[in-house]
């Protein structure tokens, strides 16, 4: 029963927190909480819109994980912020997935994004790319997880769609597609 009430208090909370995120006209919550076992069992990945810094870059999304501390506590784990090159386009996030490709300590994050892509009818479709964080391990890293960006640039990313008519194939649009590629690679055994 005690656990139970835990569960119930701890999900009011989230939405609470949600909620407030949401009224803030900076950062706004895109997407359910979701328990994932990175950096520790039990942690909660959440999603929030994010303006352009400035910059050339469209809107982003922010990540942040809350990761169980002790007792019944956690803290907020900011892993970077991903930004579209395309203005006035967002990104959305396709998938999220854990793989050990060989790093020291553990399982690697994998976070898919996606842009649509329109262009008055000649070009229609979605650029794919995906993004490798490192895991922290018990560290507390306030400046953002490390981006393997090497690993990133060999995944690489692609348009699927039509431009003039005619249709283009992504290398991958899902986790199965970027594990493929990872075994072509040889990050994964086959």
Do not use: W
């Not at 982003?60 to 809350?66: A, D, L």
């Not at 964080?133 to 699927?160: A, C, H």
């Amino acid at each position: 029963m005690k656990r139970l009430f835990f569960k119930l208090l701890f999900v009011s909370l989230l939405g609470i927190f949600s909620l407030q995120c949401y009224a803030d006209s900076r950062i706004n919550f895109i997407s359910p909480s979701l328990k994932i076992s990175f950096p520790k069992p039990n942690s909660i990945i959440q999603f929030f819109n994010a303006e352009s810094s400035g910059g050339t870059e469209g809107p982003g999304v922010e990540i942040y994980i809350q990761v169980p501390d002790k007792g019944n506590k956690y803290y907020s784990l900011y892993v970077g912020t991903i930004s579209s090159s395309v203005t006035e386009i967002g990104t959305e996030i396709v998938s999220v997935f854990l793989n050990d490709i060989g790093g020291t300590l553990g399982d690697e994050l994998f976070v898919i994004v996606a842009t649509q892509i329109s262009h008055g009818g000649n070009t229609e479709g979605r650029e794919y790319f995906t993004y490798v964080f490192e895991n922290p391990g018990d560290r507390r890293v306030s400046s953002g997880l490390t981006q393997l960006v090497e690993i990133q640039k060999q995944i690489g990313g692609g348009f699927e769609g039509r431009i003039e008519g005619k249709r283009h194939y992504a290398p991958y649009t899902d986790a199965n597609g970027v594990r493929a590629i990872l075994r072509k690679l040889g990050y994964l055994k086959q």
